[in-house]
């Protein structure tokens, strides 16, 4: 009896903190991350299908799989700041692909021949290539984004009386150039295959779960190699002068393990302590930093 008991316990202990994680998967840097739902069971994540070459909403790839990792960082040539391009990029095959609005689902104001500026509701697409800089283009500004803070309870899920998150953003906007404003991602998918849609309504809450952060050009992370799954112990290889401190945190953002490299190229950190679970290693220096997402087992 006391072992069921032990062993229901457990089970509560991990699904709270289960659901606690999935609603607290932030954006707080420019990285590569897989963007899904919040609060679904289990979530669907964005995904360009490898069918119809769409974007729709799909069940989570393991291990991680290049139609659902996103690379969300500054546009290149925003409209104003705060604008972010989210591309993805799926090598050896068709390459870049870069996520729009799909402009046959904008309204079209029958009196003008222009975009119904009233018109929020349409479809999010993916389009081969990178993102537009060129304002005489066409199709500038259908690839501009804004990465957005939603109100959120204590468990990380949406909540009109809740406060936003501190530290990071969980929700999408966009403004395609000469059609509209304020639409954001609230249309919550029912089931995997369904299209990804935004409105003018309320705003629901995205979970960017980070892989890995870029860095900038002057930290190089081409030779850095880092054990993945681990048990008792992390090792780091490949790592040169540029990298002065590694650290690792909780998914929540928590500092758990810190320690200075003093210019060794392989590192061994005993993370016997550790729970089982996620964790991401951050590898810091005087030009950038590197971070890699880690399963403890």
Do not use: C
Request: avoid cysteine; proline fraction near 6%; glycine fraction near 10%.
């Amino acid at each position: 009896m006391k072992k069921t008991t032990l062993k229901i316990t457990t089970f509560l202990l991990l699904t709270m903190f289960a659901i606690q994680v999935q609603g607290q998967a932030l954006w707080t840097e420019p990285g590569v991350y897989k963007i899904s739902t919040s609060g679904l069971t289990p979530n669907l994540y964005l995904t360009i299908s490898t069918t119809t070459g769409d974007l729709v909403w799909d069940a989570e790839i393991t291990p991680d799989d290049a139609t659902q990792l996103w690379t969300v960082t500054d546009h290149r040539m925003p409209a104003s700041a705060g604008y972010v391009e989210i591309t993805a990029d799926i090598t050896p095959g068709p390459g870049a692909f870069t996520m729009i609005v799909d402009q046959s689902t904008i309204a079209v104001d029958p009196v003008t021949g222009l975009f119904d500026q009233n018109d929020k509701d349409f479809r999010i697409s993916v389009r081969p290539g990178l993102p537009i800089s060129d304002t005489a283009d066409p199709n500038y500004g259908f690839d501009q984004f804004q990465r957005r803070k939603a109100k959120v309870g204590p468990d990380g899920l949406a909540d009109p009386n809740g406060t936003n998150p501190a530290d990071g953003n969980n929700a999408l906007f966009v403004k395609p150039e000469g059609a509209t404003g304020a639409s954001r991602y609230g249309v919550i998918p029912t089931a995997a295959g369904e299209d990804v849609l935004f409105d003018g309504g309320g705003i629901d809450v995205l979970q960017y779960h980070l892989i890995s952060a870029l860095s900038t050009a002057d930290f190089d992370t081409s030779a850095i190699f880092v054990s993945n799954p681990v048990n008792d112990e992390l090792t780091i290889k490949g790592l040169t002068p540029n990298v002065k401190d590694v650290n690792i945190y909780s998914l929540l953002g928590k500092q758990i393990m810190s320690i200075k490299v003093d210019g060794a190229s392989t590192l061994n950190m005993d993370v016997s302590t550790l729970a089982s679970g996620l964790y991401i290693v951050k590898m810091v220096g005087d030009n950038g930093s590197y971070s890699k997402k880690i399963i403890k087992e």
